[in-house]
C-alpha cells in the first residue's frame, strides 16, 4: 500500500495548457503539503493544508491553485503553464500540523514544460 | 527565519569509511531538526529527527546525528558506508507553535566509491 501517492508521476505538456497533479495519502494524517524541488534540487514549500483548510500559502504564482476536497487529498491545478514551471512537485503529508513529526513524501511527479 | 546550511555539495567515500554529512541551522527558537534521504527518482524519506529530547538521534539504515546546540549543528554520521547509501541527502528545520513549515536545506550528494 503506497502512503503517499501522486499522479501523474511524468507530466509533460506545452506552454499555456492548464494541469492538474493529484495527491492521497492513506495514513490518516491531518495536514498535507506541496513542495517544488527545481533542478537543482532545492525544495520550497508552496502550500499546505490542515483538514481542508489552507494555512501556508508561500509567495506562489496565482496560477498554482491547490484544491483539497477532504483530508486524504490534496491537489494541485496550475494554469496557463510556463518553461520555468518545469520542475519535480512533491505531495507530503503528517500527522497534527506536522510540528517534530516529521513528513512522509509521494514519489513526485516530474512536469516538463515545452 | 529558521534556516538550515549543509556544507558541501557533494561528499566521496570509500565504503566501509565513515560518513559525515554536515548541517548548520539558524533557529531564533529551538528547532526540530532532520535528515531526510532521496534515493534518484524518488520522494524524500526520514532517516531520523530531533525534537528536543536525547541530543544524539539514531534513524534508519544506520545513520545517527548529534544535536550541539552550541555549535548550532545537527551533524549526520555513518560509521561504514554502503553502496547503497549513495543518495541525496536533505537537513531540515522547524520549530513548535501552531502551523511550521519545514525548511530545507539545498541537499548534499553523496557518492560511495567501491
Known amino acids: 500500500d503506497t502512503a503517499v501517492s501522486q499522479t501523474p508521476k511524468y507530466l509533460v505538456t506545452q506552454m499555456g495548457n492548464d494541469k492538474s497533479i493529484k495527491c492521497e495519502q492513506n495514513l490518516g494524517h491531518d495536514t498535507m503539503y506541496w513542495y517544488k524541488q527545481d533542478s537543482k534540487k532545492f525544495l520550497k514549500i508552496m502550500f499546505s493544508?490542515?483538514?481542508?483548510?489552507?494555512?501556508i500559502n508561500e509567495t506562489v504564482p496565482n496560477r498554482f491553485s491547490p484544491k483539497s476536497p477532504d483530508k486524504a487529498h490534496l491537489n494541485l491545478h496550475i494554469n496557463s503553464l510556463e518553461l520555468g514551471d518545469s520542475a519535480v512537485y512533491f505531495c507530503?503529508?503528517?500527522?497534527?500540523?506536522?510540528?517534530?513529526?516529521?513528513?512522509?513524501f509521494g514519489s513526485g511527479t516530474r512536469l516538463t514544460v515545452v | 527565519a529558521q534556516s538550515v546550511t549543509q556544507l558541501g555539495s557533494h561528499v566521496s567515500v570509500s565504503e566501509g569509511a565513515l560518513v559525515l554529512l554536515r548541517c548548520n541551522y539558524s533557529?531564533?527558537?529551538?528547532?526540530?531538526l532532520f535528515w531526510y534521504v532521496q534515493y534518484p527518482n524518488q520522494g524524500l524519506q526520514l532517516l531520523l529527527k530531533?525534537?528536543?529530547?536525547?541530543?544524539l538521534v539514531k534513524g534508519i539504515n544506520g545513520f545517527e546525528a548529534e544535536f550541539k546546540k552550541s555549535e548550532t549543528s545537527f551533524h549526520l554520521t555513518k560509521p561504514s558506508a554502503h553502496m547503497r547509501d549513495a543518495a541525496e541527502y536533505f537537513c531540515?528545520?522547524?520549530?513548535?507553535?501552531?502551523?511550521?513549515?519545514?525548511?530545507f536545506g539545498t541537499g548534499t550528494k553523496l557518492q560511495v566509491i567501491p
Open positions: 533557529s531564533s527558537v529551538p528547532p526540530y
Open positions: 530531533y525534537t528536543s529530547a536525547a541530543t
Open positions: 507530503a503529508s503528517s500527522p497534527l500540523g506536522g510540528v517534530g513529526y516529521g513528513y512522509t
Open positions: 493544508y490542515n483538514n481542508k483548510e489552507l494555512i
Open positions: 531540515a528545520v522547524s520549530y513548535s507553535g501552531g502551523y511550521q513549515k519545514v525548511t
